[in-house]
């Protein structure tokens, strides 16, 4: 089930968050890719090493992050 999230159910979610999902575009199409992220201050983190990703959001800085709560997997 999805749902719009309140700004706190969001800040709750990425608090617990250790895997998401980056979207942004390289080369002119959509590029997503599993991240590993940590939420501090407001601000979420992530690392990575120079190549597409990196390239991308230098290129174009609107992105997008999501990350899944699974409640059950039945």
């Given at each position: 089930m999805m749902k719009m999230l309140s700004y706190e159910e969001a800040h709750k979610l990425f608090q617990f968050a250790r895997v998401?999902?980056?979207g942004c575009i390289v080369n002119g199409e959509p590029y997503v890719v599993p991240i590993?992220?940590?939420l501090e201050d407001n601000y979420l983190?992530?690392?990575?090493l120079?190549?597409?990703k990196i390239s991308g959001l230098r290129e174009n800085p609107r992105a997008c992050v999501q990350v899944d709560e699974i409640e059950?997997?039945?």
């Open positions: 998401a999902r980056l590993n992220c940590q983190y992530s690392h990575s120079p190549g597409l059950s997997d039945l």
